[in-house]
């Protein structure tokens, strides 16, 4: 399984950035696809995953800012930031797993693959 994290770049406060995930290697679609991120100095924390049936999860920090979604057909994996806020500024991964339980898919810990992340920088 490869992921592939790509759409990092520096914006100011309130602007927008579409994240995108390629993954190869999986049959992507039987697999529960999340974003994480990870601040200067902090712990990796859970932004949003979607499940095989297209079931959204978001953390309440990002909840009404991102949206997540999946084209199976090109086995791809989006996140779409609006009203960025310099907060959100971190390294982006995106995580696959085929045997996460619903309980897990809102803990980062729990994803078995992971892609090489993309900054996302926001400036005030």
């Known amino acids: 399984v490869q992921l592939q994290a790509s759409g990092g770049g520096e914006v100011q406060t309130g602007g927008s950035l579409r994240l995108s995930c390629v993954g190869s290697g999986l049959t992507f679609s039987r697999y529960v696809m999340s974003w994480s991120r990870q601040a200067p100095g902090k712990e990796r924390e859970f932004v949003a995953a979607?499940?095989?049936?297209?079931?959204?999860y978001y953390a309440d920090s990002v909840k009404d800012r991102f949206t997540i979604s999946r084209d199976n057909a090109k086995s791809t994996m989006y996140l779409q930031m609006n009203s960025l806020k310099p907060e959100d500024t971190a390294v982006y991964y995106c995580?696959?797993?085929?045997?996460?339980?619903?309980?897990?898919?809102?803990?980062?810990?729990?994803?078995?693959?992971w892609g090489q992340g993309t900054l996302v920088t926001v400036s005030s």
């Open positions: 979607v499940s095989r049936s297209r079931h959204v």
């Open positions: 995580a696959a797993d085929d045997r996460i339980i619903t309980s897990q898919y809102m803990q980062s810990d729990a994803y078995d693959h």
